[in-house]
């Protein structure tokens, strides 16, 4: 643990922290942004998909770039472009102004995702990959974490649009001081690396296409029906439980709260007992708590469900990143990545507006339990193709 905390590690989970500071304020500020373009639940859903289909199209083309132009490069647009992104966000003046600024961030944001773990992993032993990837996800975590409360405090006294601009600012500076700090410490460590490749190929016998199919599809699709419902927790505390916006929106950081600890404890039972085994165990919970929040009473019941519904969507990321990164080789090792990212945020941002269509017409309570069902038939379906696979 001590190699992992002073190597690049800690530089990686600041640039996760100020890559996502900008792409975790849609969801909580999203009533302030009903209320002021006078949006339905349809509406709301096609508005966070903008970011998210875009953000999943842009993984393909940035994952392949990175194998053959270098991953720092992409890491770096990553951070600042949706900056920049974010500032335009901020000066929308319109809903359809907002739909295009929300499609560059996500565009600009690509990058990140597919280059980030191959470089993680090639500074860490083989061992520790789900542990070093998990401590990663904290970044990203912190940032779901705080937004909902920076947020909502800048928002407070500029508006919903001040807190977008506000934030984006210092993501730009960081993102400069990152590529030139990679840079140095990249070059320091390989000066001291003997000569060979950063990461063992995997053998032939572990780059079946049938096995690594099957994850994927079992872990894009929890993390989608994941997605689609905690996209309107704002919303659904809002309406269903009558708290005033603010507070709703707070409330959100419930979920990713629990990335701080779910994501290096998922990643380190992953190293322990299998990534398979422990994959499955989080991608099935998450169905009955999502029909769970219809039936819990506000209060202590549903903070303990969100925390749930957080602690398997952190925990899964880590155990899919590795498990990619030790199924594929350097050369198409970021391009599989950005596979799997595409598929996951497609498949977020297609659910979410059909949640919020779902939830125009039959309410929350029958749409979570379809989605919840859903998730869980799936789920098991995917668990007897990997143990089909694996025999």
Avoid at 264 to 279: C, E, F, I
Avoid at 338 to 359: D, K, S
Avoid at 370 to 376: D, E, K, S
Wanted: charged content about 10%; hydrophobic content about 50%; overall charge positive.
């Amino acid at each position: 643990m001590q190699a992992l905390l002073w190597g690049l590690l800690p530089l990686f989970v600041l640039a996760h922290f100020g890559h996502h500071l900008l792409t975790a304020l849609p969801v909580p500020l999203l009533p302030m942004i009903r209320r002021d373009f006078g949006l339905d639940y349809t509406q709301s859903g096609v508005l966070l998909s903008a970011f998210t289909l875009s953000y999943g199209i842009g993984q393909l083309p940035a994952g392949w770039l990175a194998d053959r132009i270098g991953r720092r490069a992409l890491i770096t647009a990553g951070i600042c472009g949706v900056a920049v992104a974010g500032v335009l966000v901020g000066l929308s003046q319109g809903y359809v102004m907002m739909i295009g600024c929300l499609v560059l961030m996500g565009i600009l944001g690509g990058g990140y995702h597919p280059a980030a773990p191959p470089l993680i992993a090639a500074s860490v032993d083989p061992r520790h990959w789900g542990r070093a990837l998990g401590l990663h996800i904290i970044g990203g975590s912190a940032s779901y974490f705080l937004a909902p409360l920076a947020g909502v405090a800048v928002a407070a006294a500029w508006g919903w649009r001040g807190a977008f601009v506000g934030l984006a600012l210092p993501t730009v500076v960081f993102g400069i001081v990152f590529f030139v700090l990679l840079g140095r410490r990249t070059s320091r460590e390989a000066a001291c690396r003997p000569s060979g490749p950063p990461i063992p190929e995997p053998p032939r016998s572990t780059r079946r296409l049938g096995p690594l199919a099957a994850f994927m599809v079992l872990s894009t699709f929890a993390s989608a029906v994941m997605v689609s419902a905690i996209s309107f927790v704002p919303l659904f505390m809002v309406d269903h439980f009558g708290l005033g916006e603010k507070s709703a929106a707070a409330f959100l950081s419930i979920v990713y709260f629990a990335g701080f600890w779910a994501a290096p404890l998922g990643g380190y039972l992953s190293d322990r007992l299998g990534k398979v085994p422990v994959v499955i165990a989080v991608c099935l919970i998450p169905g009955p708590v999502i029909f769970l929040l219809t039936l819990a009473p506000m209060g202590i019941t549903v903070g303990a469900l969100l925390l749930v519904l957080g602690t398997c969507l952190s925990a899964r990321m880590p155990i899919s990143e590795a498990y990619i990164v030790s199924r594929t080789t350097d050369r198409n090792r970021s391009t599989v990545l950005g596979i799997y990212y595409f598929t996951a945020m497609e498949g977020g941002g297609v659910l979410t507006p059909v949640m919020g269509y779902c939830i125009d017409r039959f309410g929350f309570y029958s749409s979570f339990a379809l989605a919840g069902a859903v998730l869980v038939t799936v789920t098991v379906l995917c668990s007897a193709w990997l143990l089909y696979e694996r025999e």
